[in-house]
């Protein structure tokens, strides 16, 4: 990861690239975000960069900020989801 990426003032500064998310139950991203964009509301399953497991209900939509590691396909049930970095 370049210097770009991590000096850019936290979650709340200006993100510099965006994915669509396709949760996963086995595969991180390929870095982690600075936050994700949940588009439809539902159900949502992270793993963050610190190792926890968290599970939001009737997430977004709308942003939810911090440093996702993966997103889960099991117990996640919101669509339309993007990670920026």
């Known amino acids: 990861m370049s210097d770009i990426f991590e000096n850019q003032g936290g979650v709340s500064g200006p993100f510099v690239d965006a994915v669509a998310i396709s949760p996963s139950d086995t595969e991180d991203l390929l870095q982690p975000t600075r936050a994700l964009w949940v588009g439809a509301k539902?159900?949502?399953?992270?793993?963050?960069?610190?190792?926890?497991?968290?599970y939001f209900a009737g997430y977004g939509?709308?942003?939810?900020?911090?440093?996702?590691?993966?997103v889960h396909a099991t117990g996640t049930t919101a669509t339309s989801m993007i990670g920026v970095w």
């Open 42 to 54: 539902g159900d949502v399953t992270i793993t963050t960069v610190g190792g926890s497991t968290v």
């Open 61 to 70: 939509p709308g942003w939810l900020p911090g440093r996702v590691r993966r």
